[in-house]
């Protein structure tokens, strides 16, 4: 096994184990009672984790007030 499919295999593992600790707490499946930003910090940390994993990249949020990427003309400047 070449360490490139090594390190693939870790990380899936990694993230499997996550998964299964965000999933058990989400649903309350134990007596845990963890703080609301434990949840928080834990669900941001398995998401990023997961869309490095498999390249999800955010180009573009079409939210009013908010822009990431697009075009310069979205700018509020006037040159």
């Given amino acids: 096994m070449s360490t490139d499919q090594a390190d693939r295999w870790f990380r899936k593992l990694v993230l499997l184990a996550l998964m299964l600790v965000w999933t058990v707490l989400v ?3 134990t007596d845990a009672n963890p703080e609301r930003w434990v949840l928080y910090g834990l ?3 398995v998401f990023l984790i997961a869309g490095r994993m498999w ?3 955010l180009e573009k949020i079409d939210v009013p007030g908010l822009s990431i990427g697009g075009n310069d ?3 509020d400047r006037e040159e």
């Fill in 27 to 29: 649903l309350d499946l």
């Fill in 43 to 45: 669900t941001a940390v």
């Fill in 55 to 57: 390249d999800l990249e």
């Fill in 73 to 75: 003309t979205d700018d």
